[in-house]
């Protein structure tokens, strides 16, 4: 008795150490989720994962036990018996048949929690089949809500696919079991198969028939959505077709029908026990499917619908239409005609100086490459991504750039990469960087409006309380961050100050894991397979623990069901940092629905439901539901109550930095091309296809051309829309025809509040050839005065980069811009050198933007664009020009602080007045028109 109690508690330490990393990953997960306040979240999920296990367990065990008991009662196992004889002593026989009922008892519950694993990972498909909500919209074949497919048929499909294996499993072993005993001789003269046999063996197929007519059923549903491999278009229509609609669904009834009555003739054959009903049976439902299944519904589609298809499939194509555009929230675009003024005249730029001065000169992938070069201050910041936003700084409404500047474990020397270094000190980013859109510097580097390090305002006036930053650290950021500790004995490394010195801190957040005790300290070393966290003298009691740093790794782990924006972005709002992430509800199974490709997912159904806000320093995860109508979000709002907020709870100053998503633009933008013909005629013949314009990007070297052609990318803009008086945050595309380069169409869509999400497609009339952006790249190309300066700008050795070409719409008309940067042999840094404008009737190329559009508009008609490229590249906006007596008083001032430079030695400021002087006279030349 003593040594089997050593060998059970053997045992227990043997499993105890087996499992001890899972049991340190499952305590530190929910250490996790209930610092950030979402054990609520956590607890859901793992309670319906263990029911919905707990339940696939037990209903296999009664499938498979039932019947693999049954077969041992009526046959026994004297095969097996007789073999162990043979083989065994016969103390260990018969002790092994005392057991034999314990034993296929404990294989059979293996067996089934291995089923139930696998069933309680589909604990999301159970819980949104119970907090089912309508969408209020019927299919037009079935007329069943579209909640039945969303919510319901991934659960009955669910339930049919283990209920066959179940059945499946059940067979088998019982034909095992029955095998084992003498009920089944297949090796004698005469086979044998006993009476009861048969008609345990025919209840089983006549329940797997039954389960089979089920199948029957939820593939009638699939006919709405099917598309076969990889979402493979099989006929003229997304969804079900003629063929479909009048051969297959007839099929799929007939064969359910056929499966009803071979369950109930295979459960007479169990009184009946004949052989030959049960091959009847399988002949006549194999038969009938490859007949009717397969063959008709070719001979039909080949020979009916392909003579006769755009006739037959119509009333099929406009629900394709409609269902299509639903499903990706087409159906409310607003449609208006843009018709195109000819010719830019002064009066349009100077009514929309304000469009023009928030016109982004500065493209992302060049502005980020300046950034990298002059503010990462230090080799181990990096700035991950340039995004767009806007603020209202000191009473204006403009477009920014900004970036944060976090910290890149990558670029740490191998000196600095040691464990107190990596996870004790190097903690934290710090800060952002701010540029105006429209503006460089008179080197052509881009303007700051924030900078260094600790971020200051760099603008002009005093400092924006709107952009004031008081905790600048970024724990929580884009890139891929490790654990850290924090609130240790070793300082943390907060920011760079001077030659070699830098500045400490002590994280004084309420986020993280608090790791004093032994135990907690135990569990994290188990977890992270790190020893030193059990072992370092540097924590306290009041030590934290750091970790899911990365911001998309972090929100997933909280919301796995919903999809995330590749694009997140930093907000600058009391005082601290945070950032936004765009998050959508999705699904395959919307009926009708052309299916697209994202993320490694194929929907069909897509909605911007949630924005997600998280603190750059406490790591706080937020979700906003902005999209209360999307019947997704809300039975995933029934679900986890406490995950989800309103928008109306979601602090003011977020909700000013609320941008529609690039990608969910894209998207959209994609099937509209398409799916704007909503006539099935010209759906069918492909009359009036889009395509998304393309321009060319790049840049020309020495080596050769490395610029591309490629698909304009959806850009934020600030315009005024036709008919309207306010300026607007929008993010827009141009479209062209299929195989065509002139412009047809932009769509754009609203980012402000209250109009969030309304998207408005603005069509040009059919009559006006309206120039797209690949035909004003062959015009910069082609131009007289623009080609040499590319040539020779190249010839000297500098790399000549073409921005993105900007489409933007004012008061029906359009002007077209693109910003041209160089990069010297022996620099990194991009600068921007000039800026070509076009219209429909001309190109012109200046040193900054206002210099180009006064070449645009023909006011300096006789200036050719010679000027050498060290002059100065402020980019400002055109306003009206100032009178003569304005610029006289202003020269006269220039004048007083020069002279008083001079008195006072200060040669450099003496430098920057004469400079002004020069200006002022030149503005002075041009507004009384005295010419050179």
């Known amino acids: 008795m003593l040594r089997l109690r050593i060998y059970v508690l053997l045992a227990l330490i043997v499993l105890l150490a087996l499992s001890a990393k899972h049991i340190a990953y499952f305590y530190t997960e929910y250490l996790w989720f209930k610092s950030i306040g979402y054990s609520s979240v956590f607890l859901t999920r793992l309670l319906s994962q263990f029911a919905v296990g707990f339940a696939v367990w037990l209903l296999f065990i009664l499938i498979v036990g039932s019947n693999v008991f049954i077969a041992y009662k009526l046959a026994g196992i004297y095969r097996l018996r007789q073999w162990l004889r043979q083989t065994f002593h016969t103390v260990a026989v018969n002790w092994f048949e005392r057991v034999m009922a314990l034993i296929l008892f404990l294989a059979i519950c293996f067996i089934g929690f291995s089923v139930a694993l696998a069933g309680a990972r589909h604990w999301e498909t159970v819980l949104k089949f119970v907090y089912a909500v309508p969408f209020n919209l019927k299919d037009p074949i079935l007329h069943h809500d579209v909640s039945v497919y969303i919510f319901k048929l991934p659960f009955y499909n669910l339930l049919y696919k283990f209920i066959l294996l179940a059945l499946i499993v059940a067979l088998a072993s019982t034909v095992l079991m029955y095998l084992a005993s003498t009920a089944v001789d297949i090796m004698a003269h005469r086979r044998y198969i006993a009476p009861y046999v048969r008609g345990h063996i025919s209840c089983l197929l006549s329940a797997l028939l039954l389960a089979k007519a089920f199948g029957y059923r939820l593939d009638m549903f699939k006919l709405l959505f099917d598309y076969g491999a990889a979402g493979v278009m099989r006929t003229a229509v997304w969804g079900a077709s003629y063929t479909d609609v009048y051969v297959r669904l007839p099929v799929l009834y007939m064969m359910m029908l056929l499966a009803i009555v071979g369950a109930i003739l295979l459960l007479l054959n169990a009184y009946w026990r004949a052989l030959r009903v049960i091959v009847f049976t399988a002949v006549l439902l194999f038969g009938a499917s490859f007949i009717a299944g397969v ?41 208006k005609e843009y018709p195109v003024k ?5 009066e349009l730029i100077e009514a929309n100086w304000d469009t023009l001065s928030n016109v982004r000169l500065w493209d992302y992938r060049p502005l980020k490459q300046a950034y990298d070069q002059l503010q990462e201050i230090r080799f181990y910041y990096d700035f991950n991504d340039v995004d767009v936003d806007r603020y209202r700084i000191n009473g204006k409404y403009q477009q920014v750039t900004i970036a944060a500047r976090e910290l890149n474990y990558n670029l740490l020397p191998p000196g600095a990469k040691r464990w107190v270094s990596m996870k004790l000190q190097y903690t934290h980013g710090y800060g952002v960087c701010m540029s105006p859109v429209s503006y460089a510097e008179h080197n052509g580097l881009p303007k700051f ?46 920011y760079p100050k001077g030659a070699e010195g830098f500045e400490t801190c002590k994280y004084a957040g309420k986020g993280g894991v608090n790791v004093g005790s032994l135990l907690r300290r135990l569990m994290f070393a188990l977890r992270f397979n790190d020893i030193n966290i059990l072992l370092s003298r540097s924590l306290t009691k009041e030590s934290v623990i750091l970790y899911y740093r990365q911001i998309g790794e972090r929100v997933k782990r909280i919301a796995p069901f919903l999809l995330y924006d590749s694009d997140p972005y ?39 439901s949630v924005k997600v806000v998280v603190d750059a320093y406490n790591g706080d995860v937020r979700f906003y539901i902005v999209d209360p109508k999307d019947p997704l979000i809300r039975v995933y709002s029934a679900i986890f109550p406490r995950l989800f907020k309103q928008l109306s709870d979601m602090p003011s100053k977020f909700r000013e930095h609320i941008r529609y998503p690039v990608d969910l633009f894209w998207v959209q933008a994609n099937i509209y091309c398409k799916y704007h013909m909503t006539m099935p005629e010209q759906f069918y013949n492909r009359e009036d296809e889009w395509e998304i314009a393309y321009e060319l990007f ?26 309207e008086d306010e300026l607007k945050f929008m993010l827009m595309l141009p479209f062209t025809p299929v195989k065509k380069d002139n412009m ?83 620099s990194e840094i991009p600068q921007l050198a000039r800026v070509i404008i076009a219209s429909q009737e001309k190109v012109a190329m200046g040193e900054n933007l206002t210099d180009a559009i006064e070449k645009l508009i023909g006011t ?42 001079v008195k006072e030695g200060k040669w450099a400021e003496f430098g920057q007045r004469l400079e002004n002087m020069g200006n002022l006279i030149r503005q002075l030349k041009e507004s009384m028109e005295i010419k050179e």
């Open 342 to 346: 000819e010719g830019i005249g002064r």
């Open 744 to 826: 047809i169409a932009w769509m754009a869509a609203h980012c402000d509040m209250p109009l969030y999400g309304t998207i408005v497609v603005f069509r040009f009339p059919r009559a006006q050839l309206i120039q797209g952006p690949m035909q004003i790249e062959a015009r910069i190309d082609q131009d007289p005065q623009i080609s040499p300066y590319l040539s020779l700008w190249q010839q000297r050795g500098s790399d000549v980069i073409r921005g993105n070409l900007l489409v933007i719409p004012m008061d029906h008309a359009l002007i077209y811009i693109e910003p041209l940067y160089l990069r010297a042999e022996q």
């Open 449 to 494: 409006y924030i900078k260094d390090i600790p971020p200051r305002w760099a603008g002009e006036g005093d400092d924006p309380k709107e952009l004031e930053i008081k905790r600048p650290e970024i724990y929580f950021g884009e890139l891929e961050l490790p654990y850290v500790i924090v609130r240790t004995k070793q300082p943390e490394f907060d």
């Open 698 to 723: 790049g840049a020309s070297t020495q080596q050769g051309m490395t610029m591309k052609k490629q698909r304009v990318e959806p850009y934020y803009v600030m315009i005024r829309l036709p008919g």
């Open 860 to 901: 300096k008609g006789s200036r050719e664009t010679t000027v050498a490229f060290s002059k100065a590249q402020t980019v400002e906006p055109l306003r009206p020009k100032p009178d003569a007596a304005e610029l006289v008083k202003k020269l006269s001032d220039e004048f007083e602080a020069l002279s008083r430079s």
């Open 570 to 608: 930093i907000v600058i709002a009391y005082g601290r940092l945070f950032w936004i992430i765009d998050a959508y509800t999705h699904s395959p199974l919307f009926p009708y629905s052309e299916p697209i490709e994202y993320k490694g997912n194929y929907l069909n159904y897509i909605r911007n």
């Open 295 to 335: 063959v008709l519904p070719g001979l039909v589609q080949n020979f009916i619908v392909k003579p006769n298809e755009l006739l037959i499939e119509r009333k099929f194509i406009s629900h394709n239409i409609e269902f299509t555009l639903k499903a990706y929230g087409l159906d409310n675009v607003i449609t």
